[in-house]
């Protein structure tokens, strides 16, 4: 059985995949890792790498877009399949790091789950979902159980994120480009960037979706990347 990895985005845990799970089991061994371990992209793909055998596929959402990148520019015989979904080949932008830096610094042990929680909830989901009590939820519980410190050490790895585009041409593996038609973090002018770099590519987007198109339409999502990965 082939093996897909799915790299959860920015304080996210294998909650996130809930509605792919067991699709994918079907077909593939599934492996998800934590990223909690490290500081950099550069060492959560490495730590990744270590629980993988010398072929696989990826899937890599928001921030574990950027460490599938890497894998798929660095490992470029080992991935088979690249999907990247709500992410872009850039480094940090100037006014992304001022908000970063601002909102760590505002964080501590008693107030960071409430925080974060609710002013990342507000960005991630489409204006329609934003009264969805169970999207919120998911994002507390998720950050609740990551912790501070996770926190901390992924907004790092955020901030001094390498820049990529000069690199997709290098990648080898067929890409799946995914995006929100409503997602404000992935913008248009990124995911086209993505596409128009990388050689064996092709971009979809998905209505009515934010960033989190895999809650947000799960049947669109999940359809999509079964008919992609099959063919």
């Not at 509605?19 to 077909?27: G, M, S």
């Not at 925080?115 to 950050?143: P, Q």
Request: net charge positive; with cysteine; hydrophobic share 40%.
């Amino acid at each position: 059985m082939d093996t897909i990895v799915l790299i959860p985005g920015y304080m996210c845990d294998q909650s996130m995949w809930s509605n792919q799970l067991d699709i994918l089991k079907k077909k593939y061994k599934v492996i998800i890792p934590q990223l909690n371990i490290g500081d950099s992209i550069e060492k959560f793909k490495n730590n990744t790498l270590k629980l993988l055998p010398e072929k696989f596929s990826v899937i890599g959402f928001s921030m574990g877009g950027f460490v599938a990148l890497k894998m798929a520019i660095e490992e470029r015989e080992r991935v088979k399949d690249l999907v990247l979904i709500g992410t872009n080949a850039r480094s940090v932008s100037k006014d992304r790091r001022l908000l970063l830096n601002k909102s760590i610094s505002e964080l501590n042990s008693k107030n960071f789950v409430t925080k974060f929680s609710s002013s990342s909830f507000h960005s991630y989901f489409a204006k329609h979902n934003t009264t969805n009590h169970k999207y919120l939820n998911l994002i507390t519980e998720m950050t609740k159980n990551l912790g501070l410190d996770c926190l901390e050490k992924q907004t790092k790895a955020i901030l001094e994120r390498p820049l990529l585009v000069n690199l997709l041409s290098n990648i080898k593996a067929r890409c799946l480009i995914i995006s929100g038609e409503l997602d404000n973090l992935s913008t248009k002018e990124m995911n086209e960037e993505l596409a128009n770099n990388i050689i064996k590519s092709e971009l979809h987007y998905i209505k009515n979706s934010g960033h989190f198109v895999m809650l947000e339409e799960k049947e669109k999502f999940n359809k999509l990347i079964l008919n992609w990965l099959i063919n």
